[in-house]
């Protein structure tokens, strides 16, 4: 994983329970809406959120964000690998 740090887990985002558009209440950056959503690159407002990792320990700086980032590559990029190979 990013930095040397091994397999971490992190829970979701933390949104405000209402019809408006609502930021993640942890700081990450990413916002929900009613019709749209976002937050910073490579983060996904509905997956994990780099500031609620699940042993309640972070990483600190970037680490978090790029531990949340790179895994979120390698998942898709292990989907696309699979789904391209169902295809040949």
């Known amino acids: 994983m990013p930095n040397g ?26 916002w929900m809406g009613p019709a749209r ?4 690159t490579g983060l996904d407002p509905f997956g994990a959120c780099p500031q609620n ?4 320990k972070l990483l600190g700086g970037k680490a978090d964000y790029d531990h949340v980032v790179t895994e979120r590559i390698r998942n898709l990029e292990s ?3 699979a789904a391209e190979t169902q295809l040949l």
């Open 5 to 30: 740090h091994g397999d971490k887990e992190y829970g979701g985002h933390a949104y405000a329970d209402h019809n408006g558009t609502s930021d993640c209440q942890r700081g990450c950056g990413c």
């Open 37 to 40: 959503s976002g937050g910073p």
């Open 53 to 56: 990792p699940a042993d309640g």
């Open 79 to 81: 989907r696309l690998y």
